[in-house]
T-cell receptor
Framework: AQSVTQLDSQVPVFEEAPVELRCNYS??????LFWYVQYPNQGLQLLLK??????LVKGINGFEAEFNKSQTSFHLRKPSVHISDTAEYFC??????????FGDGTTLTVKP | EPEVTQTPSHQVTQMGQEVILRCVPI?????FYWYRQILGQKVEFLVS????????KSEIFDDQFSVERPDGSNFTLKIRSTKLEDSAMYFC????????????FGQGTRLTVV
């Protein structure tokens, strides 16, 4: 079984500031890791994913995340946020050919 | 890029009515999933489907729910007698069985039960 913990339910930040959204996971098997963004009343949009290889992955909209196997973490970062980044962010893990397990989500609010 | 498509994007139904949510997975995918997201909450797994049968289901997926792959392209979720608490966003996903397996999600169907 897998579990995902998003350590911050809400993250307020000023525009152009850096941000980190934290995600820890636990799993008894190897998993793939994902970050999704969800804007109000919309579906899930894949931001980035870690399947294998380099532990630093870059995604859309200037986001990146680093997979840390020893700490079982997959934190999402962006060096400079915009107002348009205000949204709900979900971390998820998926074993090969298995169901995805999502975290509770982090609400990122970017203030002017 | 191939994508999972869901129809309709929004459905309103009266309590007690049956609804069918439709999904067209990516064509060469073999694993199919339904997830649910109640407003303001996280995404929850409902059911997975492989080789024409349910491979796993959550406790949410009770006898009111059923899934079907009626032809080679569609994957449906049926709720037999909707309740107010079934109001949610329903996401379909599919994946293949390759080495780098990831699930591709559709944009969701928002179900409103009134």
């Amino acid at each position: 079984a897998q579990s995902v913990t998003q350590l911050d339910s809400q993250v307020p930040v000023f525009e152009e500031a850096p941000v980190e959204l934290r995600c820890n996971y636990s799993s008894s098997v190897s998993v793939y890791l994902f970050w999704y963004v969800q804007y109000p009343n919309q579906g899930l949009q894949l931001l980035l994913k870690y399947l294998s290889g380099s532990t630093l992955v870059k995604g859309i909209n200037g986001f990146e995340a680093e997979f840390n196997k020893s700490q079982t973490s997959f934190h999402l970062r962006k060096p400079s946020v915009h107002i348009s980044d205000t949204a709900e962010y979900f971390c998820a893990v998926t074993p090969r050919a298995g169901k995805s397990t999502f975290g509770d989500g982090t609400t990122l609010t970017v203030k002017p | 890029e191939p994508e999972v498509t869901q129809t309709p994007s929004h459905q309103v139904t009266q309590m007690g009515q049956e609804v069918i949510l439709r999904c067209v997975p990516i064509s060469n995918h073999l694993y199919f999933y339904w997830y649910r997201q109640i407003l303001g909450q996280k995404v929850e797994f409902l059911v997975s489907f492989y080789n024409n049968e349910i491979s796993e289901k959550s406790e949410i997926f009770d006898d009111q729910f059923s899934v079907e792959r009626p032809d080679g392209s569609n994957f449906t979720l049926k709720i037999r007698s909707t309740k107010l608490e079934d109001s949610a966003m329903y996401f379909c996903a599919s994946s293949d069985a390759g080495m780098n397996t990831e699930a591709f999600f559709g944009q969701g169907t928002r179900l409103t039960v009134v």
